[in-house]
Structure formats: structure tokens, C-alpha cells
């Protein structure tokens, strides 16, 4: 039987590789996807990660946090979801400040082009941290196999659109397919290392799995209503994109409570 330590970081590989099996149509495809597809992909992540966030993530927090912090337990688990939306704004804020303005990169276009890539690789990266640790955390809570697995299906659903909205911009840049592809895997790594740091912390900091799924999920609200969604409405695609959202947020809910994982 493998601990639950060793289960994170092995459901975190299927999520965070996720986000190159997205970006793989891209050593195929001879020109960008229509945005009414990638809206739409998009757009059933945002709905996904809202349903995983409330169902795979607060939920547990609360139940947990009243196991180990009793009447404090609530105010915890708020404290945690305002603390994880506040450092994802605060590190997008730093990467836009220190972000290099162009890459040097083929001709003026095409450098701007493949710098809107870097910019939107690295938020990805940065978003795949808290990721990882809410599947290495969900594997540590007393019965949270379930979760771990469906937080990581769920993650890997949102990755996959994700994978294919860092690879476009540098294909648009007229960057070598290649390159392209392994510049999305590099960016879902993070996601099974973040996984084990926080299998391991959580393993010698038990009390600490509450406000870590509250981070966790307090992070993946801001990425979805900052990031996803309004990426997903900016090209006039509402109804597509609410479509998506909609779908999404139901996929979650069948996962969450399937009996096929037991």
C-alpha cells in the first residue's frame, strides 16, 4: 500500500501533465484554433475548478478544522481562503512589475507575441503550486483518497485548456513547435513537487491540512474569477462561455460524487 505522500505526488504527475497533453494539437496544428474553442475549454476549467474548490477543497477544510480547531475552526478556513486569493494577486503583481518587456526573439512582433507566452506560462506556473499542494494535502486527510483522486482529475481537466493557452501566443510567434510543446510540460512540473512538499508538511504539521486546503482554495477562486473567466468573455462568447462553466461545474459534481471511486 503506498502513502498517501507518495499517492499525492503520483495523481499530481497525471494533473500537472496534464497541461502538456493539452498543448500537444500544437506540433499538429497548422494554425490557432478558433477562440470560440478555446473559450469554451477554458471555460469549463473555470466551471470545474469552481466546483473543486467548494466540494473537494472548503468542505473539507471546515470539516477538519473543526476536528482540530473547534469553534476557531471556521474562522480559520476564511482566513485561509482570503490568504491564498490575496498571495495570488500579490505574486501576479510582482510578475507583471519585474517581467521583462520583450524576449529576445525573431522581430518586434514576434517578440511581443512570445513575451504575452512568458507572461502566461509563468502565471500558470505560479498557479500550479497551490495545485500540487491542495492533491499532495487532500491525500493526507483521514479518508481523503477520494478527494485526492477527484481534486487531481479535476485539475488535470483545467490544466489541459490551460496547456493550450500557453503553447498558442508562441506559436503565434512563429516559435518552433518543440519548443512550444516543452515549454507547456515545463510548466505543469511544479504542480507533483508542490504535491509532495505538501504531503510531507502535512504529514509532520498535521493540524495545518484545514488552512492548507483553504490556501488552496482560495487560490483557485481568485485564478477563476480574475484569469479564467474573463479570458473566457473576452471575445464577446458569453453564452459559450457560461455554457462551459455550467458543464464544467457539473463534471466536478459527478466526480465528487460518483460511487466509482469508492
Same mark, same amino acid.
Given at each position: ?21 493539452? *498543448? ?8 490557432? $484554433? ?19 474548490? /467548494? ?16 469553534? &476557531?475552526?471556521? &474562522? ?8 491564498? !486569493? ?47 499542494? *491542495?492533491?499532495?494535502? /487532500? ?21 489541459? $485548456?490551460?496547456?493550450?493557452?500557453? *503553447?498558442? $501566443?508562441?506559436?503565434? !510567434?512563429?516559435?518552433?513547435? &518543440?519548443?512550444?510543446?516543452?515549454? /507547456? ?9 508542490? *504535491? ?62 460518483? $460511487?466509482?471511486?469508492?
Amino acid at each position: 500500500m503506498l502513502s498517501p505522500v507518495v499517492m499525492g505526488f503520483l495523481a499530481s504527475l497525471f494533473s500537472g501533465g496534464a497541461t502538456a497533453l493539452g *498543448a500537444l494539437p500544437v506540433l499538429f496544428m497548422k494554425k490557432r $484554433p478558433k477562440h470560440e474553442l478555446v473559450d469554451f475549454l477554458l471555460s469549463i476549467a473555470a466551471g470545474v475548478m469552481i466546483a473543486a474548490s /467548494a466540494f473537494s477543497l472548503i468542505i473539507p477544510a471546515l470539516e477538519e478544522a473543526t476536528i482540530s480547531w473547534n469553534n &476557531w475552526g471556521l &474562522w480559520l478556513v476564511v482566513l485561509g481562503i482570503s490568504l491564498g !486569493g490575496t498571495l495570488v494577486f500579490a505574486t501576479d503583481k510582482l510578475l507583471e512589475k519585474f517581467s521583462p518587456k520583450y524576449i529576445t526573439y525573431g522581430d518586434s512582433i514576434t517578440a511581443e507575441k512570445s513575451h504575452r507566452g512568458v507572461l502566461i506560462a509563468s502565471a500558470i506556473i505560479i498557479h500550479n503550486i497551490p495545485e500540487g499542494l *491542495a492533491v499532495g494535502v /487532500a491525500f493526507s486527510i483521514a479518508g481523503g483518497e477520494k478527494i485526492g483522486i477527484v481534486l487531481a482529475i479535476a485539475i488535470g481537466l483545467q490544466n489541459m $485548456p490551460e496547456g493550450l493557452a500557453v *503553447a498558442i $501566443p508562441f506559436l503565434e !510567434g512563429d516559435m518552433p513547435r &518543440w519548443k512550444v510543446f516543452l515549454i /507547456a510540460l515545463g510548466s505543469g512540473i511544479v504542480e507533483p513537487i508542490a *504535491a509532495l512538499i505538501g504531503g510531507l508538511l502535512v504529514g509532520v504539521f498535521h493540524s495545518i491540512i484545514p488552512i492548507a486546503l483553504a490556501v488552496a482554495a482560495g487560490a483557485m477562486v481568485y485564478i477563476v474569477m480574475v484569469e479564467l473567466i474573463p479570458e473566457t468573455l473576452s471575445h464577446g462568447n458569453k453564452y459559450i462561455a457560461s455554457l462551459g462553466i455550467f458543464i464544467g461545474f457539473l463534471i466536478l459534481i459527478i466526480l465528487q460524487y460518483s $460511487p466509482i471511486f469508492g
